[in-house]
Nanobody, 120 residues
Framework: VQLVESGGGLVQAGGSLRLSCLVSGSFLQINDMAWYRQAPGKQRESVATITSGGNTNYRDSVKGRFTISRDNAKNTVNLQMNSLKVEDTAVYYC???????????????WGQGTQVTVSS
């Protein structure tokens, strides 16, 4: 199973970026998906999560600015980021709970990360 992110980059404060993550490989289903971020010198933190049924949850600092969505048919999860702030600068990681194997075990997988830099 592989998770590959795309869409990071450099943007001015107030701008927008859209991150995408594709899950590929052999598996039975994808349960929860999420975006995390890690700024230099800080711990990795959850940004937004989405269940297989589409229920979402956001950290307070991004509510109203970020939107997480997923396409179950395409095995993708997206993060639309609007009104970006300098403090949103971080490496953003995609995460997925994936069920696979003969016994349908669930494992957590991470993408390699994509840099988002917001300039003032």
């Amino acid at each position: 199973v592989q998770l590959v992110e795309s869409g990071g980059g450099l943007v001015q404060a107030g701008g927008s970026l859209r991150l995408s993550c594709l899950v590929s490989g052999s598996f039975l289903q994808i349960n929860d998906m999420a975006w995390y971020r890690q700024a230099p010198g800080k711990q990795r933190e959850s940004v937004a999560t989405i269940t297989s049924g589409g229920n979402t949850n956001y950290r307070d600092s991004v509510k109203g600015r970020f939107t997480i969505s997923r396409d179950n048919a395409k095995n993708t999860v997206n993060l639309q980021m609007n009104s970006l702030k300098v403090e949103d600068t971080a490496v953003y990681y995609c995460y997925a709970d994936v069920v696979h194997g003969v016994y349908s075990h669930q494992f957590g997988y991470w993408g390699q990360g994509t840099q988002v830099t917001v300039s003032s």
